[in-house]
């Protein structure tokens, strides 16, 4: 591979079909603002997947229309940098659908259909038989979005593994038939096991936008509030003395994700960490509203500096669209870089190939020449 494959690469993004929530802030968005003040790769993109949300909502596009700048905002809100990365949208770098024409070529239907993360989001939208092609093959366009930059690093979520899975066996197909020419992405997990999926408010395994169970990172204090107080808890803690369950209790989850000591000496300076909060609370005599009440404070601290962010980004609306105008043109210049080098790969690179050109050219001149020697010699011959 060239010295540019080289390079530490991170490319993610999400789908505009709402504006982000918690859950993907301590899942993902936290850890990319980090790994852009630590200069963790030497680039960064970040992308809108307009296109792949289109799958499944070609039906209503004002949706995704109208989500794709509370996505922009949540990104800068949280404190993307747009001079330190690349934010662009999906459907304004062709390239990236020129790529996934050629890769659909290298992926059978019956792989399509076994991919796990693919299987469960169709019976979760209960598509039944009447699953949009352009759904199903979204693994596909999703390797495309990866290999386009050349991106060594994908962070993602456990549910997303088999995608990334399926990415590397296009692009290692694709190097056994044509060449070494992509890049392998490796998935980067989240390591802290309580960001890897933080669960809703009613308990339910995953925070959701069509759940309705999510706590959204533009939500002002007092919704914050409201949604904490009314959060699934432990149901055997009926009683303050009653022993309670720390484990898998929701609002115990969100504060192994959140708060820190910090957090305790501001707000709840009876107990130094989230240790000895957590030890009350299992030998009983703690009731939920205390511990609500400051996972609502702590919540609302980690939301402030975004939400301020946000409001000087939602005065100046222009000025997000042409970071997204920007940040696209540079996506598709990279990403232009790897379809040159996939057409140069496959053999489609019929215009820039002056060899090919050159040696067909030579090959028909000398047929032409053979055919008026032939022409020749049978004139002469009837002679």
Known sequence: MSEESQKKIMLTGDRPTGRLHLGHYVGSLRRRVELQNEGAFDEMYVMIADTQALTDNFGVPQKVRDNVIEVA?????????????????????????????YFLDLVTLSRLERNPTVKTEITQKQFGESIPAGFLCYPVSQTADIVAF????VPVGEDQ?????????????????????LVAPKAMVPTDQYSRRLPGTDGKAKMSKSLDNAIYLSDDEKTVSKKVMSMFTDETHLNINDPGHTENNPVFIYLE?????????????????LGELKAHYERGGLGDVTVKRFLAAVINDVLAPIRERRKYYEARIPEVYEILREGSERASAKAHETVLRVRRAIGVNYFSDRKLIEKQSKAFKKKLEDEAKLAEYLARQKK
Do not use: C, W
């Open 161 to 181: 593994l088999p995608m990334i899975e399926q990415a590397n066996e296009i692009v290692h197909k694709f190097n056994t038939l044509y060449g070494e020419t």
């Open 73 to 101: 905002l949540d990104y800068l809100s949280v404190g993307l940098d747009p001079h330190k990365v690349t934010l662009f949208v999906q459907s304004a770098v062709p390239e990236l659908f020129e790529l996934t024409s």
């Open 150 to 153: 050349d991106a060594t690093g």
């Open 257 to 273: 994700a959140l708060a820190t000591d910090d957090h305790f000496r501001r707000f709840l300076p009876e107990y130094k960490n």
